[in-house]
């Protein structure tokens, strides 16, 4: 497989502009030679330095282009939520056995509602990024992965607007929080939650590129996974008797899920997870960042011949 050049290039209809991807060149131009060591650690240090900086430029626009022309423009981010919230809150707040499991049953279901709209948004969009950004795949050289993980950071944006609206349930539902030290866990939680999100998108995206049926899979998957994770129900409905102990397990094995419970355990409980919910968040997170990985740097080298 052939190297990827060391300079991105970046073709227009005014001609082609290009520039390094790190300080190499200028660092060969400058006054001495560094050592060997010192100029791998620089380096190093300037490829990180691109990366970080390419993935916030992409970011930004996916994030402006998304609103641009609507009158709301960012609001229609907080009402999705809302709406859906007020109206299965309305649909299944007069339901007995709902009623009895989940005291302050609306911030149970908005935490849900936020958590599955990044996730499967996320999932959603950046599995077809590589087709959307078409032109900018063909056109500039960079690290390819780049291009789904905007696309999954610039929903992390909208999530990070909708938990205001949970935050905002404090005023109104006080009871339905717990104040306690279990409440530090939530930012690790996020980031398990964020990395199972990496590891889905960095195999499918790079999958659709060449079988285009990927993404039809994906949205059917994400239906059937819905209903496969306590965001409506209470997780007692799942641990009810009449379940075999065996669908259990593998219902607990269920990533995001798992997520689900350990949020609601920290913020509405104020326990900390239990050893079964941490090994169903990081033990399938850390198996789909590998294989997404692996998965991605195989099919990478074709995404210039599918796109």
Same mark, same amino acid.
């Given at each position: ?141 960079? /690290?390819?992965?780049? %291009?789904? #993980?905007?696309?999954? @950071?610039?929903? *992390? =944006? ?23 030290p279990a409440l530090a866990l939530v930012p690790v939680v996020l980031v398990i939650l964020a990395a199972l999100i990496v590891g889905v998108v960095l195999a499918t995206s790079v999958l659709n590129v060449v079988y285009r049926d990927v993404a039809f899979l994906v949205s059917t998957a994400l239906t059937l ?31 995001? /899920?798992?997520?689900? %419970?350990? #949020?609601?355990?920290? @913020?509405?409980? *104020? =326990? ?36």
């Amino acid at each position: 497989m052939r190297a990827l050049p060391d300079v991105w290039v970046h073709r227009r209809p005014k001609g082609p502009t290009w520039g390094p991807l790190d300080d190499e060149a200028a660092a060969a131009n400058g006054a001495g030679k560094a050592s060997g060591a010192a100029k791998g650690a620089h380096s190093a240090s300037a490829r990180r330095a691109t990366f970080a900086h390419v993935l916030g430029v992409l970011t930004r626009n996916e994030f402006r282009a998304r609103y641009r022309s609507q009158a709301l423009g960012i609001l229609w981010s907080l009402l999705n939520p809302l709406v859906q919230t007020a109206i299965l809150t309305v649909i299944f707040s007069h339901v007995a056995a709902f009623k009895s499991a989940v005291p302050n049953y609306p911030v149970y279901l908005l935490m849900g509602v936020v958590v599955w709209q990044w996730f499967s948004t996320a999932i959603n969009m950046a599995t077809q990024s590589f087709i959307a950004q078409a032109d900018i795949v063909k056109r500039t050289v960079f /690290a390819r992965q780049i %291009v789904p #993980l905007a696309a999954a @950071l610039s929903y *992390g =944006v909208n999530f990070a607007m909708e938990s205001l609206l949970v935050l905002a349930l404090v005023f109104i539902w006080p009871s339905a929080f717990k104040l306690s030290p279990a409440l530090a866990l939530v930012p690790v939680v996020l980031v398990i939650l964020a990395a199972l999100i990496v590891g889905v998108v960095l195999a499918t995206s790079v999958l659709n590129v060449v079988y285009r049926d990927v993404a039809f899979l994906v949205s059917t998957a994400l239906t059937l996974l819905y209903w496969l994770t306590p965001i409506i129900y209470p997780l007692s409905f799942v641990d009810d008797g009449a379940i075999p102990h065996v669908y259990k397990v593998l219902y607990h094995l269920n990533p995001i /899920a798992s997520i689900m %419970v350990a #949020l609601r355990n920290c @913020l509405m409980d *104020g =326990v900390v997870p239990s050893a079964l919910t941490w090994i169903g968040m990081v033990g399938p997170t850390a198996l789909m960042l590998a294989i997404g990985w692996a998965v991605f740097r195989h099919y990478e080298r074709m995404v210039l011949d599918y796109v």
